[in-house]
């Protein structure tokens, strides 16, 4: 049995190497950069972009390789220069790219003149970084200098903030660390108040995190795609994946933080000190309140993994996606309250607990698997309906979500896209009508069936069924609104790496005016670490009432906003660090 993949295209991939492209080292002894890097030990450099030895010589044995690894997210996390969306490595507002097609990585169109390799928003600077005293140099040094500070972990980041033209990025990627204490006690609290928690350094990625836990007998919870940080930008921006609903949000279940403040104080941030900080830190977002170092997450008991799952192949009209997503919305209250997560597409529904036994999730989804019966017997093509049981999530998620590419629908990165996202909140499947007005505007958003129609995916990863005493104590700065929602939707336009202006105009624009007939049956909710770049009105979108109490920490502990970043806390939207914005 072929078992069908959430993402419909799996490619095959090379393996990956992981080691970073030859860097530059540092010249003139005297200039302020190698003084920072003298302070360092020697761990500043420049990064090259991706594609870089493309444009040097397209026929080299080095280009072969970066085109064989265009568009492997693996290889692009590990690079420094390398970032998941290619338009964050461009200045947008210039032009000025250095990116093969991403469509056909061999096309010679991308590298031939007049185009040529510039650095566009890739910092020209990286600090390797190894521990708390290199980032204190950093903001030191920002201070003297004004250079830009970014924090890079795996560049996946949807609305750019982990690059920028001219910065220097603090590059978390080689902090690897990992450890289980199954008697966590967290810094300066009652040795009476314990819990099972790994700690994990800031660049540990999901697909360590998840082996570990596999390792250790444990469930962390973690996103869609193997290779988002588990305590960086996904961390601290909340953080939701199909196991939410019942083991709530990232942010749900963080337990300590150790951070260096823009004071320049390495700090523990917990629920016994700096409860300010620990509380921006759990939804606030990244890249605004310091640099984390590390992070302890509470672990779940591991537990066998009941999956449902329908596909069926593309039809030339919108009416078995309206029906599916009708049926969906109509059973989902029920469903997530039972503790099932997932995902939902245009031609797919995936739903995933470990509440359940074999057999009662096998009750409840029966109006699924009797949908696929009946689509069957009205002679829909390529229907597959089955449940399955895993024995634990690793290998549910190696089945279903490795090899994809994450939300990119097309098992790949490296393009250029739009995102845009709502969260749908339980009132909209109060009633028959409310349901009603829900589907049709997702319908209509998703535009299906046009096949050039941004990919809408409806995810089913809200805390729905967390129960308070089974997470980490104390309050998060996400939404409020996380806490009503049921869907989380978002959906991505893409464009070519030769795309003009005005076409990239044209696709922010065209997703995000397809998103308002969500935005239309909604109140003014979105997840920031998966929000529409152009949000209106971010403040209440990302954080709901917490804003005012955020932008006060902030301030507390960045007076000089050495950090900085595209509409987060406290953004200052006249710096020249957001040139390359369109
Ligand atoms: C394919 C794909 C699938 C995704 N799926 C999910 C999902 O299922 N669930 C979900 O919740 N999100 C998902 N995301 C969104 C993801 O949470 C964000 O892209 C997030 O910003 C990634 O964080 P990062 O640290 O890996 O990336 P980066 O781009 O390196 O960093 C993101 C932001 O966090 C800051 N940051 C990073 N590390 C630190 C640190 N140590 N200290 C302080 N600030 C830091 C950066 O400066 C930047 O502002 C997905 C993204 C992609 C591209
Ligand atoms: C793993 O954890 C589960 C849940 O706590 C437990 O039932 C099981 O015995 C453990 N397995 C091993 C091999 O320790
Ligand atoms: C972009 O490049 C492709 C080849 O990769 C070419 O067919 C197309 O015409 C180009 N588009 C623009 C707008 O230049």
């Not at 921006?237 to 390495?266: C, M, N």
Request: charged share 15%.
């Amino acid at each position: 049995m072929t078992i069908p993949l959430l993402f419909l295209a799996l490619l095959a991939r090379a393996p990956v190497r992981a080691a970073a492209q030859d860097q530059v080292p540092l010249a003139a002894p005297t200039d302020m950069w190698a003084a920072l890097s003298a302070r360092v030990g020697g761990r500043v450099f420049e990064p090259l972009p991706f594609a870089r030895p493309c444009f040097d010589d397209a026929a080299s044995p080095e280009c072969a390789h970066v085109q064989e690894l265009y568009q492997n997210e693996k290889a692009r996390t590990a690079q420094p220069g390398g970032y998941t969306w290619g338009q964050w490595e461009t200045c947008q507002a210039t032009g000025e790219q250095c990116l093969l097609d991403f469509a056909t990585p061999t096309d010679p169109a991308a590298t031939a003149s007049p185009n040529t390799c510039e650095l566009g928003s890739i910092p020209p600077h990286f600090l390797d970084v190894e521990g708390p005293e290199d980032v204190i140099a950093a903001f030191e040094f920002t201070k003297e200098t004004g250079v830009p500070l970014v924090i890079k972990n795996t560049g996946h980041d949807f609305m750019g903030r982990s690059s920028g033209k001219g910065a220097l990025a603090l590059w978390t990627h080689n902090l690897k660390d990992i450890s289980f204490n199954p008697a966590f006690v967290p810094e300066g609290c009652p040795a009476s108040t314990s819990f099972p928690g790994v700690t994990a350094g800031a660049g540990v990625q999901f697909f360590e995190a998840f082996e570990f836990a596999e390792a250790h007998n444990i469930t962390l919870v973690g996103g869609s795609d193997e290779t988002v940080g588990f305590v960086g930008g996904f961390l601290q921006g909340g953080g939701h994946g199909v196991l939410s609903p019942v083991l709530g949000l990232g942010v749900d279940r963080a337990l300590e933080f150790k951070i260096v403040t823009p004071d320049g104080v390495y700090r523990t941030a917990n629920a016994c000190q700096n409860e300010d900080l620990f509380f921006a830190l759990r939804g606030g977002g990244g890249g605004t309140f310091g640099v984390v170092l590390a992070a302890t997450i509470l672990a779940a008991p591991a537990a066998p993994v009941q999956v449902a799952l329908l596909t069926f192949a593309p039809a030339p009209s919108a009416a078995p996606t309206a029906a599916l997503w009708a049926l969906v919305t109509e059973h989902m209250l029920g469903w997530a309250d039972a503790g099932w997560g997932g995902y939902s597409m245009p031609t797919l529904a995936l739903f995933v607990t470990q509440r359940l036994s074999k057999d009662e999730a096998a009750a409840s989804m029966a109006p699924l698997l009797a949908h696929a019966e009946a689509m069957k017997a009205a002679g829909a093509e390529g229907v597959v309906a089955m449940m399955m049981e895993f024995p634990s999530f690793l290998p549910f998620f190696k089945s279903f979500m490795t090899d994809a590419g994450g939300n990119a629908g097309a098992g790949k990165v490296g393009y250029s896209v739009a995102l845009t996202s709502r969260l749908v909140q339980r009132a909209s499947f109060a009633t028959p009508a409310s349901r009603a007005a829900l589907v049709e505007a997702l319908v209509s958003g998703a535009g299906v069936p046009a096949p050039e129609a941004p990919l809408m995916i409806i995810q089913i990863t809200a805390p729905t069924a967390a129960r308070a005493a089974d997470l980490a104590p104390g309050r998060t700065s996400v939404t409020p609104a996380w806490r009503e929602a049921v869907y989380h939707v978002t959906s991505m336009g893409r464009w070519a790496w030769n795309a003009t202006g005005a076409e990239v105009r044209g696709v922010y624009r065209e997703t995000s005016r397809l998103m308002d007939f969500v935005r239309g049956v909604t109140p003014d909710a979105a997840y920031l670490n998966e929000a529409d770049v152009y949000e209106p009105n971010h403040e209440v979108a990302f954080w709901g009432d917490h804003y005012p109490e955020l932008v006060t920490i902030k301030m507390k502990y960045d007076p000089d906003r050495l950090l900085d970043c595209w509409h987060c806390v406290g953004w200052d939207r006249d710096s020249e660090r957001y040139a390359c914005y369109m």
